[in-house]
């Protein structure tokens, strides 16, 4: 079936830096989405991405639907402890119904402070 | 909070058994959705519906089964369990239809099965 390749699959960084993480995929996606997830709870939507080439910001947060439409990015700027958490990609293939998301396997960021 | 509500938090039971999961969506949300966590396959998804029918299918399997009703309120019932059904069950809604409407999980049911 469709994969998304997720990486890193884990990062340590220290407070105040900048993070980036990626998905790709051999398939065209029409929608990314990018969720973060804290132990015990559910995934929390961050950014959706609707258009190729589309760049939308949350805050310190930045995500990009690329040009292919088979990748997307996320950056988080000048890191702080409370975005400790896993980190995932979403993806609704083309021809795929709304709901019918495929999901990376994950980055886990890892803040020092 | 998501205003997805899931219920109960933890379930445990034994293998053979039956359970009911449920699942009330966001407060003008049509569509809800079941997915399936585990530390292997990660995040699956596993059926949606849509103002009470089913709409979509994934990876479910035909011990498991789903319905919305009236109220908009889902259930996910799992029969026959066995050990490899334990994992996180999560729901979303969104507003569903053609509008561009991002999932909102609701925070789980984790199911152990002994």
């Not at chain 2, 997805?4 to 049509?30: E, F, M, N, W, Y």
């Not at chain 2, 059904?85 to 561009?100: Q, R």
Request: overall charge neutral; proline content about 4%; charged content about 15%.
């Amino acid at each position: 079936g469709q994969q998304l390749n997720q990486s890193p699959q884990s990062m340590f960084i220290q407070e105040g830096e900048d993070v980036s993480m990626n998905c790709t995929s051999s398939s065209i996606f029409n929608t990314w989405l990018w969720y973060k997830q804290d132990p015990g709870e559910g995934p929390v939507l961050l950014i959706a991405l609707y258009k190729a080439g589309e760049l939308t910001s949350n805050g310190r947060l930045t995500a990009q639907f690329g040009i292919t439409r088979k990748d997307s990015f996320l950056n988080i700027s000048a890191s702080i402890p409370s975005d400790v958490g896993i980190y995932f990609c979403a993806g609704q293939p083309h021809g795929g119904s709304q709901g019918n998301l495929i999901f990376g396997k994950g980055t886990k960021l890892s803040v020092k402070p | 909070d998501s205003g997805v509500t899931q219920t109960p938090k933890h379930l445990i039971t034994a293998t053979g058994q039956r359970v009911t999961l449920r699942c009330s969506p966001r407060s003008g949300d049509l569509s809800v959705y079941w997915y399936q966590q585990s530390l292997d396959q990660g995040l699956q998804f596993l059926i949606q519906y849509y103002n009470g029918e089913e709409r979509a299918k994934g990876n479910i399997l035909e011990r498991f089964s789903a319905q919305q009703f009236p109220d908009l309120h889902s259930e996910l019932n799992l029969s026959s369990l066995e050990l490899g059904d334990s994992a996180l069950y999560f729901c979303a809604s969104s507003a569903g239809g053609l509008i561009n409407s991002p999932l909102h999980f609701g925070n789980g049911t984790r199911l152990t099965v002994t």
